[in-house]
């Protein structure tokens, strides 16, 4: 099966054929490694002097936590963050013939009563309170387990604060037994270069990391998200931690997005089918074309991560244009959605395009080379991170790497 057929991801992998029948996948999520690691190459060269880790939080944002992860690693990646523990614990299997030693933090910190299985795994907490930093000192007893020190600095969200940083710093009692390897905060602007919070939370951070320099001489700090990383060298500080950029996704507010696309969605035509002007199609009936039509009816809804948002209600008679809903690229050229988005199917209006270019089974691009992910957020009206990782489980992933299917 495709598991069998993935047992292996680098760059250096064969193309190699699954047994796996893609006739029968009613949606493809076709995953550029090539890309991914372009992506982490740029960013590298960006942040030139720090390390640059990996956050594969959420299945690596939908693409995949193992064949990212793995190829990542064969890029040069030591360094990994994950939300929780179970993704810690799984990403830490995935990496045991490939880099038995990554170091792997855990963002979401240290849940109570855990201790023993973040241990077991190897994984460091990012520690957000004393009361996280007590237990987790009470888990090493007589040895030393690794974690984070991470502080708030003007998100509120996680996060200790000043006064809990100058106890740590006063008391060496308060982290005996922890091997503290990372200070860390989180920027809440870094989309928006302009934006004074982020010139505010590097002043705290540097203040935070100065205070606590004597205590942890050895260790190493970070700041920078995606977004952080093109802020400039200030805030790059020891190590980075890019996300959403790694996977082709934009990370800035109002400039261009300079990283590859990594992935493309596609889901299958289930049927091609006309109607008349005065009927109407999809749930409610709002939406009518006003005049005869052609529909295409494709193999993917809300389930799949195809958001109720970008469904296209419309009048009857209606005639005005599609800017509130989504569109999809299908033999050539770009359809809107017409009605609403269903939880396993969609419909959109071909109506525009020559007769017989669409047939059942050909596949539309729903998120790729023509329609990016961050324009399908935009007319969902969200973010391309909540598109990336809504994805559902029903569509057949594919990765490429080195021109082939691996």
Known sequence: MIARAFLRFTKRAPVIDTDTDLAA????????????????GMLRAEAAGAEVAAVVKANAYGLGMGPVARRLADEGCGTF???????????????????????????NGLFPG?????????????????AEAAEWRAAAGDGSLP???????????????????AALAAEGALTEGIDVRLIMSHLACSDEAGNPMNARQLTRFKALREGLAKRFPKARASLANSGGIYLGKDYHFDLVRPGVSLYGGSPFTGRANPFRPAVTVEARVLAVREMGPEETAGYGATWAAGRPARLAVLAAGYADGYM???????NPGD?????????????????????????????VDVSGLPEGAVKRGDMAELIGPHITV????????????????????????????GGGRV
């Open 81 to 107: 963050f994950v939300a929780d523990a179970n993704e810690g614990a799984a990403l830490r299997a995935l990496l045991a013939d490939v880099l038995p030693d990554a170091g792997i933090y855990v963002l």
């Open 319 to 347: 005639n005005s244009g599609y800017e509130n809903g989504g569109q999809v690229r299908i033999a050539g050229y770009t359809a809107p959605v017409a009605g609403r988005v269903s939880m396993d199917m969609l419909i």
């Open 308 to 314: 109720r948002a970008l469904s296209a209600p419309r």
């Open 374 to 401: 961050d324009e399908v957020g935009l007319k969902a009206g969200t973010l391309g991170y909540e598109i990336l990782t809504s994805m559902g489980n029903r569509y057949m992933r594919v990765y490429l790497s």
């Open 147 to 165: 974690a984070a020190l991470h502080f708030d600095t003007g998100m509120n969200r996680l996060g200790m604060n000043e006064g809990d940083a």
């Open 114 to 130: 855990a201790a023993g299985f973040y241990a077991d795994h190897g994984l460091a907490p990012c520690l957000a309170s004393l």
């Open 25 to 40: 996948a009613g949606g493809l999520l076709t995953v550029d490694l090539d890309a991914v690691a372009a992506n982490y």
